[in-house]
């Protein structure tokens, strides 16, 4: 079991940016696909971003691609969200989330069980 903390969540304006960091602690966090989801008030949680244990591969919602960038330090055992052009559609509660499986595949990521963060509050106001 990972334990995940997020932070860098807050107010913004359309157009702005706002960068999220998620901690992570567990040993096997270096060998785990991570990524971000987002929840929004009467929504599901959706897929935003992941990105492969060996930093090979990352993968986009297409509502955010060209705008959000994902990263990963596997040393510091942290992954990043980098949010450029916010919208205020973009408003909602992010969760990091790391796989419970090692060395999976990015695809397999969407299906296998996962730990997940607490969640950060991101506001875009218009």
């Known amino acids: 079991q990972v334990r995940l903390v997020e932070s860098g969540g807050g107010l913004v304006q359309a157009g702005g940016s706002l960068r999220l960091s998620c901690a992570a602690s567990?040993?096997?966090?270096?060998?785990?696909?991570a990524g971000w989801f987002r929840q929004a008030p009467g929504n599901e949680r959706d897929f935003v971003a992941a990105?492969?244990?060996?930093?090979?591969?990352?993968r986009y919602a297409d509502s955010v691609k060209g705008r959000f960038t994902i990263s990963r330090d596997n040393a510091k055992n942290t992954v990043d969200l980098q949010m450029n052009s916010l919208k205020p559609e973009d408003t909602a509660v992010y969760y990091c989330?790391?796989?419970?499986?090692?060395?999976?595949?990015?695809?397999?990521?969407?299906?296998?069980?996962?730990?997940w963060g607490q969640g950060t509050q991101v506001t875009v106001s218009s």
């Open positions: 990105i492969s244990w060996d930093l090979g591969n990352s």
């Open positions: 567990g040993r096997t966090f270096s060998t785990s696909t």
């Open positions: 989330a790391v796989d419970s499986f090692s060395r999976s595949s990015l695809l397999a990521f969407h299906r296998n069980p996962k730990s």
